[in-house]
């Protein structure tokens, strides 16, 4: 069974940063992409980021430039740094991976709490 751990999470003033993680429990070369979602209150479930196997990353135009997608192969480990947040970028973080052989993510780690305010 495949396990994603997601660490990171926290409450932060805006423009202030936080950098999230998100641990495989298999070698992450088994997976085509791992990518980041956000929820919000009362909101569903969002795109943010994702790095392919290619190490290639995409992002929704919401966090580009201000957040960054990277991986760290030796420990089947994502993060996700998030700079200049804002009081809209509060929500939970998923962490999801996909495979080869599906156009969906199909694993999901149990989210971090992200909170900005002052």
């Known amino acids: ?8 999470g926290g409450l932060v003033q805006p423009g202030e940063s936080l950098r999230l993680s998100c641990r495989v429990s298999e070698n992450i070369f088994n997976f085509n992409s791992v990518g ?7 909101k569903e479930r969002d795109f943010v980021a994702k790095i392919n196997v290619g190490g290639v990353t ?8 201000r957040f960054t997608n990277s991986r760290d192969n030796a420990r089947n ?5 998030m700079n200049n947040l804002t009081p809209e970028d509060t929500a939970v973080y998923y962490c999801a991976a996909r495979s080869y052989y599906s156009n969906t993510y199909a694993y999901w780690g149990q989210g971090t709490q992200v909170t900005v305010s002052s």
């Open 36 to 42: 980041w979602h956000r929820q919000a209150p009362g």
């Open 58 to 65: 995409t992002y929704t135009d919401s966090v580009k430039g």
């Open 77 to 81: 480990t994502v993060y996700l740094q």
């Open 1 to 8: 069974q495949v396990q994603l751990l997601e660490s990171g």
